[in-house]
């Protein structure tokens, strides 16, 4: 069972020839020998998921059949409550955090029938006081499956982790800014950061209101579809969440029209410029690709700029009071002081300049179904170092700048290896609310190779 | 040899804001670091400041009239009752 699809999970359950509980107890198993291996697990859910394992199981034997995530085992990154465990956020001050409610999409995933098997590790705060190594989480750096001396990527790493040594068939991280694609691109997964608004964010720790996002990691692009139908959709409880229905729908057989920035693998290391030379091959199969030219913005100050002041605001008590000293990373102790001096003028002009992108990529989009780009301009970074970042201007992402600025969908999927054996990637940034038609072109793109099919030796 | 930086009167500005509000909990060490932050952060913001807008130019709006009766505008409660802060 270990790497199977959530879709062909779903048939072996719905046919009863794998039945829920097997499933929670292989998984449970797995999270409980591996997990310490990967550090990728915060809290192992064993009681709760038995419970739901097995009311799925009586479920499905009498015939109510809930739909594909029924009876499938999956793990929440630690920033999402859950009434009767933990949610440390990552991070020291928080680590005996306790909430009485679950987070609508923990409670959306109960609904489909799916088990919460596993909270899983992150960096402390979601990445947001500016970290600048692996170790910035109170568990500890999460081991990259691939390589044991290589990190997963952050802030959503123990989704990453867990998924790509199969642990879970899948995991619901977040993204603010890399995230999720991150992980899912140095891990070699399907990495959905879905439109802004289209999954409630009530329950989820807040780094910047109107920039974090939830979504799956998983085996598959269409893995990442099957979650998203579940947890989309309008929530009284968060007024960003969009009203706009979603069912996932797959497109078979469309063509795609690409569009590529010309200069979008400056700075990307020389095996992640080839292999994405090389999908671009593969998606001239399926569809045509044109250079796009960028109106002159500064995407990156935009986004950043949001980020840091949100970020320091939503945490305002913590770092006035001086309880950012209890935090892992030596940085995130004091950096975010720095922050305070960014002017409220500055600030505003940012968000008043990130309309202006967002007209600006629609207008772009207009003519695309896509844009492609590398996933993660680099392999995984090593473990015990500092790694380059966009949010500290240390990287160049314009194309995580807009998706995130925008509030845009994207995937991540993998597409080769780079010098250190470690996986590579490539993903599809679409029109606000046009998941489907990123996912189907990443599915198509799927369909063609089988980088998705290769997998770490981890037991 | 480094290269000595320009002076920059309102980058200095700034981190004074920082150094005011915390630098009793700051070693030297980290407040060197935080001025950099801060001129980072200031080259960001003259990158912003040189692009002009108009009057019509306005942030995507995520304010709504709130009343009590309307519960589709309340605030997220994104912490329950149950927090253990």
Same mark, same amino acid.
């Given at each position: ?13 719905? /046919?009863?020839?794998? /039945? ?35 009311? +799925? ?6 015939? *109510?059949? *809930? ?52 909270? %899983? +590790? ?36 123990? /989704?990453?982790?867990?998924? $790509?040594? @199969? ?19 140095? $891990?070699?997964?399907? @990495? ?11 329950? +989820?720790?807040?780094? $910047?209101?109107?920039? =974090? ?7 598959? +692009? ?5 979650? %998203? #139908?579940?947890?989309?959709?309008? #929530?009284?409880? =968060? ?5 706009? /229905? ?6 078979? =057989? ?13 700075? $990307? ?8 030379? *090389? ?43 001086? @309880? ?7 940085? #995130? ?87 250190? @054996? ?36 981890? =037991? | 040899?480094?290269?000595? !930086?320009?002076?920059? !009167? ?51 709006? !995520? ?11 309340? !605030? ?10």
């Amino acid at each position: 069972m270990i790497f199977t699809p959530v879709r062909e999970l779903a048939a072996l359950v719905r /046919s009863r020839k794998v /039945s829920p509980v097997e499933l929670a107890e292989y998984f449970l198993e797995r999270l409980e020998r591996l997990g310490p291996k990967y550090n990728c697990v915060v809290t192992v859910m064993r009681k709760h998921a038995l419970t739901q394992a097995r009311r +799925a199981e009586g479920e499905i034997a009498a015939g *109510r059949y *809930r739909g594909p995530l029924h009876g499938i085992p999956y793990g929440a990154k630690d920033l999402l409550a859950t009434a009767g465990a933990p949610t440390t956020w990552g991070a020291a001050p928080y680590k005996a955090q306790h909430f009485d409610f679950d987070a609508t999409v923990i409670r959306r995933l109960e609904e489909a029938g799916a088990v919460l098997v596993a909270k %899983l +590790a992150m960096i402390e705060l979601a990445g947001g006081m500016g970290y600048r190594q692996p170790t910035a989480s109170f568990t500890g750096p999460c081991v990259n499956p691939w390589d044991a001396n290589a990190w997963t990527g952050g802030s959503s790493s123990g /989704s990453g982790a867990a998924v $790509c040594s @199969g642990l879970v068939p899948f995991a619901i991280g977040s993204e603010t800014w890399g995230s999720i694609l991150s992980p899912a691109g140095y $891990c070699g997964l399907a @990495g959905l950061r879905p439109t802004y608004g289209r999954v409630s964010r009530h329950g +989820a720790m807040a780094l $910047c209101w109107s920039l =974090d996002k939830l979504g799956p990691l998983a085996q598959t +692009a269409d893995d990442c579809g099957l979650v %998203l #139908d579940a947890i989309a959709g309008a #929530d009284p409880r =968060d007024p960003t969440a969009s009203e706009r /229905s979603y069912r996932y729908e797959t497109m078979d =057989d469309k063509r795609f029209r690409f569009g590529l920035i010309p200069s979008v693998t400056e700075g $990307c290391e020389e095996a992640v410029a080839e292999n994405f030379t *090389r999908s671009l091959g593969v998606l001239k199969k399926i569809g045509t690709i044109e250079e796009v030219t960028l109106p002159d913005l500064p995407y990156e100050q935009i986004t950043r700029t949001i980020l840091q002041v949100e970020a320091v605001s939503a945490f305002e008590d913590l770092i006035g009071s001086g @309880g950012i000293a209890g935090l892992t990373a030596p940085e #995130d102790r004091y950096t975010p002081y720095a922050r305070e001096a960014i002017l409220a003028q500055d600030y505003l002009k940012a968000v008043r300049l990130r309309a202006v992108m967002a007209r600006e990529i629609d207008r772009v989009l207009r003519h695309f179904d896509a844009l492609v780009a590398p996933g993660r301009i680099n392999e995984a970074p090593v473990l015990g170092q500092e790694f380059r970042s966009a949010l500290r201007a240390t990287a160049k992402d314009v194309m995580g700048a807009i998706g995130n600025g925008a509030g845009l969908p994207a995937v991540c999927v993998p597409n080769g290896f780079g010098v250190r @054996g470690l996986p590579t990637s490539v993903q599809f940034m679409g029109h606000a609310w046009e998941e489907n038609t990123v996912l189907a072109a990443a599915r198509a793109y799927q369909s063609l190779t089988d980088w998705h099919t290769r997998h770490p030796e981890v =037991d | 040899m480094s290269e000595t !930086p320009k002076p920059d !009167p309102e980058a200095d500005a700034l981190f004074e804001i920082v150094r005011l509000r915390y630098g009793d909990r700051l070693t030297t060490a980290q407040l060197d670091e935080l001025r950099k932050i801060v001129a980072s952060q200031l080259e960001a913001a003259r990158a912003l400041r040189a692009v002009a807008l108009t009057n019509a130019d306005e942030p995507i709006q !995520p304010f709504a009239p709130y009343r009590e009766e309307s519960p589709l505008t309340l !605030p997220s409660p994104q912490r329950g009752e149950g927090d253990a802060r």
